[in-house]
């Protein structure tokens, strides 16, 4: 079945795709006409542009790529006042792209390249029965990232964005970034160099903010112009925002309405009593014998002359200060209730509100019209006194309508709670974490989320909910790689609901969570497994049904051997997957660099299959095996360990297999002469007093430890031995630092050790080198550490690879006297030399053959101390 046209996996390149005509669409962010909108609309414009792009594209499709591509070339571009982030297009599909919840998950499938049922899913995240979480989810690598939580995180990430685990953004979090390894490359060469920029958030705490607590649920945006009469905050709660022009300028608030709404009774009162008294009048000017037009005119002056403040005496101080902020402040009488009626008439009419000042010159005609005789006297005639009466009463009344409506007006009511009540608006931007979210919010029972336009103006997209703020669970984490908060630090409203981890397990849930835990050398090993069991109910490999069954008949037509039985077992699971998987599917390029990936963090972690068990040389054989059949388009089995016997030896000798295989060396070979390289380059930057990475893979443990490893290939022995008194100068700095800042943290231990090059473990000639490897031991001098370190020796010391082998131990500095005497007692039988009296801090270092403790999961863990509550 093999073919020689399909090359070795190491040499099989995939190549980084774009959307087509990228460069053209990308353009247009580069015009006068984008760049000089408000940032708000730019950033609608460019999701739109991205969601476009991804929507154009084949239904089965893996967009990863094509989509890093396009947010760093834009913003290489810089045509947004700040860079546009992947985390930003998700809040944009969430909140703004107005989209039904199917249509956000088929986007999804197309990006991440794999469109299943959600349930599916239930192998990484508790989501059965349709569970949706509220808040942000994270997935989490430890601190401190290597190769193997970093590639677990990740995929974990993108399962979570495609599953939609919760109901706001997904998270991965890589605290500190990404490992100095070229494993690190690779992922760039895979997904374009953004990859980390755009995708992953590097901060060393995991919290929320505003982007994460958002929502749009029960928010009204209503223009100036609105009617407050015309809607209310209901029983639910509505967050009523005033916009005006897309900008936000403020919220009308359920508590603001009784308070203003005294006001515009004020004012509507002191219009009604204007109105009475003016009837009173008119009515005893009527009364008289003999009225003439001057003491008509007179009249009229007398009347709208009248003190505003007269037509309050029943308000309180408190309340007649309100309203006369009002009248200064909302209608622009500078006088306030000192003013007369004919003055507030006139700050009306400023108002475009003309109605009582055209009342009042109406007033003014009547000296003018046939109500009047030439003699300058009232014509006594009853119609023409009630016509001119009722044009009058009717035009008052339609003034104090207008007044009214108009002081319902929404930006009207936005005017007196911001200069009467003097409460402006509170907001919280996309940026504002929940610690401040919730010292902010007060009484108010929601906060609006602006974007600032990079000026006065502020756009709103959405509310935070006091309901949801304080809530104790805001949000939720997955471990990969780990399983302990001392390893990740985390806020009190994050809850851990998914672990999968290869190490021991210390974890306090408020739900029932998803925990995988496995007895493997890697995480991936335990990812992989679940994977391919998914991807065997929706792959076809990269084949098609018909290609399919017809391998399968040539098959069938032949003498089977145990080869040709797997191989049809294999085509038969495709061959189901294609009668069952309907509409969904999972593209095989990302199946294929899933499992590069896999394959890639499984051989650092395991030192190139030196430190396995069965469980991870099969999985490896499995997934070596699916990606060459990825590769042929066709089922191809280049790896067998079916004939290895299943004895003690087996793991080994099926890893010896598997790694002198010429398609797995194809694969390791350049990874590991370049992390050679690297390491030899680091030290010698080291040498150079530059800044090292040697010491990146340090982990926290068990309250207490801290204890590090730096893997060296044999040909770095020279150049370590060069530069060892200065690392270890350096790392004994970094020790008392970190013991300062943390006192309880006060075993720290730093593992130097030995890893095969890639050519010994491929020709199977792995040398014992002439070197020996270490354990660095640092204490700060007190009672708690000295029994820390006594504990740690005292069930480290009676370990099998601790037994027989070559030990000696080398104590540096003046005050070594408490270390030699602990030494002593746990290693009764091994040689002690003091060394470097002139050094300032004590440090023990523990010798040992080269390759013989190598695991800090296995060898050094299980027997650290913890602190004791």
């Known amino acids: ?24 669409h990308l353009q247009q962010f580069q015009h006068s006409d984008f760049l000089d909108l408000p940032f708000p609309d730019k950033f609608l414009r460019v999701s739109e542009t991205l969601h476009q792009l991804i929507q154009e594209a084949p239904k089965e499709a893996f967009l990863l790529g094509p989509v890093i591509d396009f947010i760093t070339r834009l913003n290489e571009l810089n045509c947004l006042e700040e860079p546009y982030k992947f985390a930003q297009f998700e809040f944009w599909l969430n909140q703004l792209a107005g989209i039904s919840y199917e249509e956000n998950r088929q986007v999804r499938a197309k990006i991440i390249g794999k469109y299943l049922p959600r349930d599916e899913y239930q192998a990484f995240f508790p989501i059965g029965m349709n569970k949706i979480y509220e808040g942000t989810h994270f997935v989490s690598a430890h601190h401190s990232p290597d190769v193997d939580t970093m590639i677990a995180s990740f995929w974990g990430w993108v399962d979570a964005f495609a599953a939609r685990v919760g109901d706001s953004l997904h998270v991965w979090s890589l605290p500190g970034g990404p490992p100095e390894s070229p494993v690190t490359g690779l992922l760039n060469q895979l997904f374009g160099k953004g990859f980390f920029t755009v995708l992953c958030r590097l901060s060393d705490r995991l919290t929320l903010a505003g982007i994460d607590v958002i929502s749009r649920t029960n928010m009204i945006l209503k223009s100036p112009s609105s009617l407050v009469s015309s809607f209310s905050h209901g029983n639910a709660g509505t967050a009523i925002l005033l916009v005006d022009q897309n900008h936000y300028k403020g ?22 009593w204007f109105e009475n008294n003016v009837h009173q009048q008119l009515f005893s000017l009527f009364a008289q014998k003999t009225v003439e037009k001057q003491g008509l005119i007179d009249f009229v002056d007398q009347i709208f002359q009248i003190k505003i403040q007269e037509s309050i005496q029943e308000l309180q101080d408190k309340q007649r200060q309100e309203f006369d902020l009002f009248l200064q402040c909302v209608i622009g009488l500078q006088v306030g209730l ?5 003055e507030l008439a006139e700050a009306l009419e400023r108002l ?27 014509d006594e005639s009853r119609s023409k006194i009630f016509k001119h009466l009722q044009i009058l009463i009717q035009h008052m009344t339609r003034a104090i309508q207008h007044i009214y409506t108009y002081c319902n007006r929404l930006d009207v009511v936005m005017h007196i709670k911001r200069d009467v009540f003097h409460k402006i608006p509170h907001t919280i931007t996309l940026r504002t974490n929940v610690d401040n979210i919730r010292d902010k919010m007060q009484e108010y029972d929601y906060l609006t989320v602006v974007i600032n336009d990079q000026g006065a103006e502020f756009f709103p997209v959405g509310v935070v909910w006091a309901k949801d703020i304080r809530k104790p669970i805001l949000g939720t984490v997955t471990f990969r790689d780990f399983c302990n908060q001392d390893e990740v630090h985390m806020a009190s409203y994050l809850s851990v609901i998914s672990v999968i981890d290869h190490h021991k397990t210390s974890l306090k849930t408020s739900s029932t969570p998803m925990v995988l835990i496995g007895d493997t050398q890697s995480c991936n090993v335990l990812v992989a497994e679940q994977t391919v069991q998914i991807n065997n109910r929706f792959s076809l490999g990269n084949s098609t049904a018909n290609a399919i069954e017809k391998q399968i008949r040539t098959l069938s037509t032949s003498n089977l051997t145990e080869k040709d039985s797997r191989t049809l077992k294999n085509l038969l699971n495709k061959h189901l997957a294609a009668q069952n998987r309907g509409q969904y599917y999972v593209h095989p390029d990302r199946e294929f660099i899933e499992y590069f990936c896999f394959i890639h963090a499984i051989f650092d972690d395991t030192d190139l299959l030196t430190k396995v068990s069965a469980r991870d040389v099969e999985c490896v054989a499995m997934l070596l095996n699916r990606m060459k059949s990825l590769v042929a388009g066709q089922e191809i089995e280049i790896i067998s360990l079916e004939d290895i016997p299943r004895d003690h030896s087996f793991a080994l000798r099926a890893a010896k297999r598997i790694l002198q295989n010429a ?17 030899e380059t680091s030290l010698k930057q080291c040498l150079n007093g530059e800044t090292t990475h040697l010491f990146a893979d340090t982990k926290e443990q068990n309250g207490c430890c801290r204890v ?6 044999t040909s770095n022995t020279p150049s370590f031995q060069a530069t060892a008194e200065m690392l ?10 970190v013991n300062q800042q943390s ?11 030995t890893i095969p090059s890639a050519s010994e473990v491929f020709n199977g000639q792995v040398e014992s080198p002439s070197h020996q490897d270490e354990i660095w031991f640092w204490i700060p001098e007190r009672q708690e550490a000295y029994d820390h370190l006594i504990r740690f020796l005292t069930s480290f010391q009676a370990t099998p690879p601790i037994l027989n082998n070559d030990l000696s131990v080398e104590l540096l500095g003046p005050k070594t006297s408490q270390l030699h005497t602990i030494f002593v007692t746990q290693f009764s039988q091994v040689p002690i030399i003091n060394t470097h009296e002139h050094q300032q801090q004590a440090l023990a270092i523990l010798k040992f053959k080269a390759g013989s403790i190598n695991s800090r999961k296995a060898m050094i863990s299980p027997y650290l101390p913890r602190l004791l509550s």
Not at 251 to 272: K, M, N, P
Not at 338 to 342: C, V
Not at 352 to 378: I, K, P, R, V, W
Request: aromatic fraction near 12%.
């Open 1 to 24: 079945m093999d073919s020689p046209h399909v090359p070795l996996l190491g040499e099989y390149v995939y190549s980084l795709s774009e959307f087509p005509a990228v460069i053209e």
């Open 663 to 679: 398609d797995t060396h194809s694969l390791y070979e350049k990874i590991y002469a370049l992390k050679e390289k690297e390491i």
């Open 251 to 272: 919220d009308w608030r359920a508590d603001d309405v009784e308070e203003i709404q005294h006001i515009l009774t004020f004012f509507t009162s002191c219009l009604r």
């Open 743 to 753: 006192p309880q943290i006060d075993l720290h231990m730093h593992m130097i050790s």
């Open 352 to 378: 475009d509100l003309q109605d009582l000042a055209l009342f009042h010159q109406l007033f003014l005609n009547l000296a003018e019209s046939d109500l009047f005789m030439q003699s300058g006297q009232m």
């Open 728 to 737: 270890r100068r350096l790392w004994v700095n970094k020790a008392m630092e």
């Open 708 to 713: 590090g490893q730096t893997k060296l290939f």
């Open 338 to 342: 000192k003013g007369t009626f004919k």
